[in-house]
C-alpha cells in the first residue's frame, strides 16, 4: 500500500496501515521496502491527516517507543510547519492534548518531541499570554522535575528557530513574554541545585540555566552573586558534566558583555585565572574533554574582555592573556585552536581603531609584541613535523590542517607585533640553529616550523624591504644537504611567497629559482614547484624571460615526469605570462613554441591511434595557452601589424576543427575543443577575422547534429566581437537564426525537454543576450522574438540558478534595452517593439516571476528576478503594477498572513525608486510564503 497515495493529497490511512509502516520501516530486512515505508510515513506527517493520526497513537496505551517518536515527531512537524492548517478555535484544545501526552509519555526522545511541539506552539499561540506559569502549574509536582527543566529549556530556544513561520515582531514578543515570566524559572533553579541530582538530569539543568541566561532579562542582573554561576563552575571539574557547565558559563560571559555588569567579568576571569593549576593538571592526564571545556571557558572569558584589554589597558586585564596562552601549552591540537579567535578579536580591535590614543598606547607598550612573540613559540612547538617523517605531510592529517590554520592566523594577525618584528625573531631561532651543522640536522623539524611561519609572513612585508628578509634568504643555501623532502617543499613555498618581493630584488632570482629547478624532478614536490614557477613567473615576467627556456624544458619533460596535469597547468599559465611580456616578435615565437608543445603530441597520437586516441589533456593546455595569453593592444602588435599570437592561432586551429570532427560524440573533448576556440578568439578580438567564415560552417554543422551547448557559447563570442560591425551584421543575424532553430526545436520535444537540457538554456540565452546587446532593433524586429521570449517565460519556474540568471539576463536586455539607449534616436524605434512584446507576454511573466518567489526559490535568485521587474516597471509603471495586482495566488495566501501585509507589499512596490528597494520589497514578499 505504500505507493497507492500521493504524498499531499492521500486519504486517511488506518491506524492498522501507520503501525504496519512503522513495523516494516523498523523491523524489515528489505531496504527498498524500507525505503518505500519511509517515504510514505513522511507522505503522512505532509497531509492534513497527520494531525489526528499522530493524536490517536499517542493515546494508544502502552504503544512502542517507536511508534510513540513517529507520533509525537509527526505532532511537532505539524505544529512547526502546518499551523496554519488548524482552525484558529482549536489551539487550546492541541495545547491540552500536547499537556496530557506529555504527562503520560516517559521515554525520553518522544518527551523531547513533544516538549519542541509544545514550545512552538508557545511561539504560534499568541492568545496563550502566561505559558510560563501554566507550565509551572501543569509540571510543578516534584516527580515532573525533568520535564519541567525539558520543558523550559526548549522555550528560548525555539523561539529563535528559523523555521518557524512567524515574523520577528512575533519572536520579540514572545521573547519578552518569557523574560517577563522568568522570576519562577529562576526560583526554579536555585531550588533544583540544592536537591540530588542524577548525571543526566543535572546536565538537562545546566542546559536549561544557560538556555535562559541567553535569553537575558533582569534575573540575570544578580547573576555574579547566584548560586547558579558557582554551580556551573562547580560542575566543571565533573567528567560527566563539563560541557553543560562549560555552556552555562559561555552564557554567563554573553550576560557580561553588558557594560552594566563589570563586577561579573571581573568575577569570571578570577574565577578562570585560579583554575590554570587544574587545567594544567588535566593536560598531563590527557582528560581531553575536561580540558576543552575549561579551554572554552578560558577563552571567551578573555574574548568578551578583549576590548577593554587594548582601550583601558590594566594589570589585571593584561592577567587575560595568560589564560589564552595556558590554553596555546595544551598537548591536544584541537584545544589549542580553541584559543586562535581571541587573537582575532584582538587584532580586529587594533584594526578597527588604530589612531586612537589608547590604541596607539597599547601598541607602544610592548605587550602585543611581548605576547604575541610567546605565541609564535608555543606554536613552533606544535606544528612540527615528526623527525622520523620520511615524506611530505599527508594533506589529510590533522597536522597538516592544524599548519593551515596557523599560517592563517599568523598572516591575519601578526601585524599587531610587527611582521618584520616576528620575521626578525624567527631568523635569529634559525640562525642560531644553522650555527651548528650536525644540530640542525637533528633539529631539521624546527628548522621547517621556522620556514613554514616565515612563510606565511612574507606576504605582510614591504616588497622594498632590504634588511631582514635578505637574510631570511641567505639562510636558505646554508641549510644542510640532502634535505628531508618536508623541509625543501617549505624552502619551494617559501621562494613562491617571496615571488613579489623579488620583482623588487632581481638579483636574488637566479638563485632562488635554480634551487626551484633543482626541486622539479622529486615528485612529492611537483605541486609546490608548479606553483611556485606560476607565481614567480607572474610577479616578474619580464626578468624571467632569460629562464623561459628553463620553464619550456621543463614542459618538455612534464609527461616523462608524470607531473599531474593540474600541474602542467600551472607552469604552462607562467609561461604564458613570460611570453605576453616579450617583444612582439619573441612573444610570437614563444606562443608558437607553446603551441607545439600539445600539436605535435596530438598529431602523433592521431597518427597512431586515430579515433582510439585520447589528446584531452593536450587540447587543455592549449586552452591554458589562449587563456593566460591575451596581450595589451595595439602596442603589443607586430610590425607588419599581425597579432603575436596569431601564427600560434593558426596552426592550432585546423588541429581542433580536425579534432571537432573525429569526437564530435565525446562531450568532454568538444567541451575542451571550443573552450579553446572560445579563448583564441577572445585573445585575437577582430584579428581572428580569417578563421571566422570556416569556423561558423563547421561549427554549426557539428552543433546540428550534437546539440552541444559548447557550440552556442563559441557563437555568443563571435557575436560579441563583431556584432557591432556592419558589414557582418546579416551573417550574425543567419547564424542567431540557425542556433535558435535547432535549439527551439530540441526544446520543444516534450515537456521536460527544459528540464533536462539546462547547459543548453543557458548557453542560448547567453548567446540571445550579446545579440540583444549588440543589434537590439534586429533581434526584436526578428521573427525568433516570439519563441525566444516563450522559452525564458517557460523557463522561470525552473530550480536551477544557472537557468534564471540567463533567462532574467535575456529578458532584462529585450525590456531594458530602451533605457539603454536613452536619448538616442534608436530608443523611439525600440519602443514599439518592447510594448508589442510585454503586450502579449508581460503579464504572464509578471506572475511566473512571483511564482518562483513564493515558491522554493532561493533566496540569492530574487536579484535575478529584480532585474525583471525593474525594467518591466521603469518602462511602465502601470502595466507593472496592474499585471501584479492580477496575480491569481493573491487569493490563496497562507493562513498567517495578514490582508494587510499584502496591501502593504503592493504599496511598497509601487513606491519603489530605486532597483535595490525593489529588491528589499520582493524578498519581504517571498517572506510571506
Known sequence: FFSSVAPLSMEKPSLHDVLNALSTLYTSPDSDLKRKASDWLNALQKSVHGWEI????????????????????????????????????SAEGLRASLVQHILAVSARAPLTQLVLALADLVVYMEAWTTPVNDLLVHLGKPELAHTLTEMLRRLPEEVANAELRVSDERRSRVRDLLVAQSEAVYAFFTAQCSRQQTDENMNDLLMCI????????????????????????????????????????????????????????????????????????????????????????????????????????????????????????????????????????????????????????FVASGVPEHMYLQLVKKLLRHIQIPADTATILNEKSDLYDFRHRVTDLVRETGYM????????????????????????????PMVEALLHIASSLLKNVKT???????????????????????????????????????????????????????????????????????????????????????????LRDVD??????????????????????????????????LCNL??????????????????????????????????????????????????????????????????????????????????????????????IEPLVSHQFEYFKHTLHPSYLYVASVVVDIFGDNVDVRDGIMNLLRNFSTCSFAKL?????????????????????????????????????????????DAALLLPHQAILDSCTSFLKSCFGCCRRYKKTPLADELKPHVWQCLSVYGERIIHHLLDGLAGEQEAAMVRFTTDVFWEVYIFSRDACDSWMRSWPRWDHLPRFVRPEDKQEVLTAFDKSETIEEMREKLKTFARLF
Open 560 to 593: 616523462r615526469l608524470h607531473y599531474a596535469q593540474a600541474d602542467v597547468l600551472m607552469v604552462l599559465k607562467g609561461a604564458v605570462r613570460v611570453a605576453r611580456s616579450m617583444p612582439p616578435d619573441q612573444a610570437s615565437a614563444a606562443f608558437s613554441a
Open 598 to 691: 600539445s600539436i605535435e603530441p596530438v598529431r602523433e597520437m592521431l597518427s597512431k591511434k586515430g579515433a582510439q586516441a585520447n589528446p584531452i589533456d593536450f587540447v587543455e593546455r592549449l586552452v591554458a595557452v589562449f587563456q593566460h595569453g591575451s596581450v595589451t593592444l595595439p602596442q603589443a602588435l607586430l610590425q607588419d601589424g599581425s597579432h603575436p599570437a596569431a601564427v600560434a592561432a593558426h596552426a592550432t586551429f585546423p588541429l581542433l576543427l580536425e579534432l571537432l570532427a573525429l569526437f564530435h560524440s565525446r562531450d568532454e573533448m568538444v567541451e575542451e575543443c571550443n573552450h579553446c576556440i572560445k579563448y583564441m578568439l577572445r585573445n585575437l578580438q577582430t584579428h581572428s577575422s580569417p578563421l
Open 210 to 361: 544557560s538556555s535562559w541566561l541567553v535569553l537575558g532579562g533582569p534575573c540575570t542582573h544578580n547573576l555574579a552573586d547566584s548560586p547558579l554561576l558557582g554551580l556551573a563552575f562547580e560542575r566543571l571539574d565533573c567528567a560527566e558534566q563539563c560541557d553543560a557547565a562549560a555552556e552555562v558559563l559561555l552564557s554567563a560571559v554573553q550576560v557580561a558583555q553588558d557594560p552594566a555588569q563589570a563586577r561579573l567579568r571581573a568575577l569570571l576571569a578570577a574565577r578562570c585565572l585560579t583554575l590554570l593549576p587544574r587545567f594544567a593538571e588535566l593536560a598531563k592526564a590527557d582528560d581531553l574533554d575536561r580540558g576543552r571545556a575549561y579551554a572554552l571557558v578560558f577563552c571567551e572569558v578573555a574574548e568578551a574582555d578583549v576590548e577593554s584589554i587594548v582601550l583601558r589597558t590594566t594589570q589585571d586585564r593584561l592577567q587575560l592573556f595568560n589564560l589564552v596562552l595556558n590554553v596555546c601549552d595544551h598537548p591536544e591540537l584541537d584545544v589549542v585552536r580553541i584559543a586562535f579567535r581571541f587573537w582575532y578579536e584582538l587584532a580586529q580591535v587594533t584594526w578597527d581603531q588604530p589612531e586612537a590614543n589608547a590604541v596607539k598606547e
Open 417 to 444: 607585533a610587527g611582521s618584520v618584528v616576528i620575521l626578525r625573531h624567527l631568523i635569529d631561532m634559525l640562525q642560531v640553529l644553522l650555527a651548528d651543522r650536525e644540530h640542525c640536522i637533528r633539529q631539521w
Open 748 to 792: 520543444a520535444e516534450s515537456s521536460d525537454s527544459l528540464r533536462l537540457n539546462p547547459d543548453l538554456v543557458d548557453d542560448y540565452f547567453r548567446l540571445a543576450v550579446r545579440f540583444v546587446d549588440k543589434q537590439p532593433l534586429l533581434f526584436l524586429s526578428s521573427d525568433i522574438v516570439g519563441t525566444a521570449i516563450q522559452l525564458a
Open 54 to 89: 499522530a493524536d490517536q497513537l499517542l493515546r494508544q496505551a502502552d504503544c512502542a517507543v517507536e511508534v510513540s517518536y513517529f507520533a509525537a515527531n509527526t505532532m511537532r512537524t505539524k505544529i512547526k510547519l502546518h499551523f496554519h492548517e488548524l482552525p484558529a478555535d
Open 464 to 554: 622594498d624591504e632590504s634588511t631582514t628578509v635578505p637574510q631570511l634568504v641567505a639562510c636558505l643555501p646554508a641549510l644542510p644537504q640532502p634535505m628531508p623532502p618536508a623541509l625543501r617543499l617549505v624552502c619551494v613555498k617559501l621562494v613562491g611567497r617571496l615571488s613579489e618581493w623579488l620583482a623588487k630584488h632581481l638579483d636574488a632570482l637566479p638563485a632562488l629559482f635554480g634551487f626551484v629547478v633543482g626541486s622539479m624532478e622529486v615528485l612529492e614536490l611537483q605541486p609546490a614547484v608548479a606553483e611556485t614557477i606560476k607565481n614567480v613567473c607572474t610577479a616578474c615576467p619580464s626578468a624571467m624571460g632569460e629562464h623561459f627556456a628553463a620553464v619550456l624544458g621543463l
